[in-house]
């Protein structure tokens, strides 16, 4: 079981938007950053957002993250078929002194 | 252009050994940390270890700690993790991930490709 919690999938129409959600306590996404990171199976994972809400150059203002307490939500708008991937989030647990990431959530683009 | 090559993955038994290899060009290799995640089939990413740029600090998952160990040469900007006491739930594939900065916990901003290991008899 993952430290941090994810829907495991969300799905929406093309054009629409879709937010991810992930939750987790006190020593992980409360006092730490929160990054986001896109991966389509056989491929090197992709980083999509870093900081709770930063965006790496030559990833599109249409994903964009955000961080509340102990909760943070990776956004998705204007969605296009090439977004259907495995969604994580990521952070470091100060507790548990180890990185951790939340179990994954399956876009589908309908 | 940042690149990681993974290599050492294969087909081990059961309280085998394997040492995996991640080859680092395109970036200072000695001013980062350096981690290991892993897949395992069908399921999430799982953080593994880190390194720190100087290699003096290391940290594991508890799954792996007291098994796993992690290195670096960077002579020849090469990461390392040393698989001891492989078991069936070590099956996964590999990823090499540059964190950030030079202090491990950051956020994994290049990743390799990956090399798949398969425990069993």
């Known amino acids: 079981q993952s430290v941090l919690t994810q829907p495991p999938s969300v799905s929406a129409a093309p054009g629409q938007t879709v937010t991810i959600s992930c939750s987790g306590g006190?020593?992980?996404?409360?006092?730490?950053?929160v990054s986001w990171y896109q991966h389509l199976p056989g491929t090197a994972p992709k980083l999509l957002i870093y900081?709770?809400?930063q965006r790496p150059s030559g990833i599109p203002d249409r994903f964009s993250g955000s961080k509340s307490g102990t909760s943070a939500t990776l956004a998705i708008t204007g969605l296009q078929t090439g977004d259907e991937a495995d969604y994580y989030c990521?952070?470091?647990?100060?507790?548990?002194?180890?990185?951790?990431f939340g179990g994954g959530t399956k876009l589908t683009v309908l | 252009e940042v690149q990681l090559l993974e290599s050492g993955g294969g087909l081990e038994q059961p309280g085998g050994s394997l040492r995996l290899a991640c080859a680092a060009s395109?970036?200072?290799?000695?001013?980062?940390?350096m981690n290991w995640v892993r897949q395992a089939p069908g399921k999430g990413l799982e953080w593994v270890s880190s390194?720190?740029?100087?290699?003096?600090?290391?940290y594991y998952a508890d799954s792996v700690k007291g098994r796993f160990t992690i290195s670096r040469d960077n002579s020849k900007n090469t990461l390392y993790l040393q698989m001891n006491s492989l078991r069936a739930d070590d099956t996964a594939v590999y990823f090499c991930?540059?964190?950030?900065?030079?202090?491990?916990?950051?956020?994994?901003?290049?990743w390799g490709q990956g090399t798949l290991v398969t425990v069993s008899s």
């Open positions: 900081e709770n809400d």
């Open positions: 006190d020593s992980s996404i409360d006092n730490n950053y």
């Open positions: 991930a540059k964190d950030a900065n030079f202090w491990s916990g950051a956020y994994f901003d290049y």
């Open positions: 990521g952070t470091w647990d100060s507790s548990l002194i180890s990185g951790v």
């Open positions: 395109g970036f200072t290799f000695h001013s980062y940390a």
């Open positions: 390194i720190s740029g100087s290699g003096i600090t290391t």
